[in-house]
């Protein structure tokens, strides 16, 4: 585990969370930065990412809801308009460091942070 997530919780349905995820270093460097979900019997499936250069990327599922940003240090995900179904662990992912030669592979996940909407 090299990245850490946090900001998990219990939100009522329509409600909103935030969650973070900080890497052991700077994360400036990293290509794309990514979010990840798996909820209870189902395989982890991906939900954001977003580039050096900040251009972001959406599952279906969660567009026009969820907004994934980064800064220097860490990845974010705002959550808006929670479902039930979005009920799962969230990870966090960081795919290769960019060097002048190209990129690096890194595959870092985090331990998950847990979101759960319910009433």
């Known amino acids: 585990v090299q990245q850490v997530e946090s900001g998990g919780g219990l939100v009522q349905p329509g409600g909103s969370l935030s969650v973070s995820c900080a890497g052991r270093?700077?994360?400036?460097?990293?290509?794309?930065m990514a979010w990840y979900r798996q909820a209870p019997g189902k395989e982890r499936e991906f939900v954001a990412s977003?580039?050096?250069?900040?251009n972001p990327n959406y599952a279906d599922s969660v567009k026009g809801r969820f907004t994934i940003s980064r800064d220097n240090a860490k990845v974010y995900l705002q959550m808006n308009g929670l479902k039930p179904e979005d009920t799962a662990v969230y990870y966090c992912?960081?795919?290769?460091?960019?060097?002048?030669?190209?990129?690096?592979?890194?595959?870092?996940w985090g331990q998950g942070t847990l979101v759960t909407v319910s009433s």
């Open positions: 992912h960081a795919d290769c460091v960019l060097i002048i030669e190209g990129c690096n592979p890194l595959d870092e």
């Open positions: 977003i580039t050096y250069d900040e």
């Open positions: 270093r700077s994360i400036a460097s990293i290509k794309t």
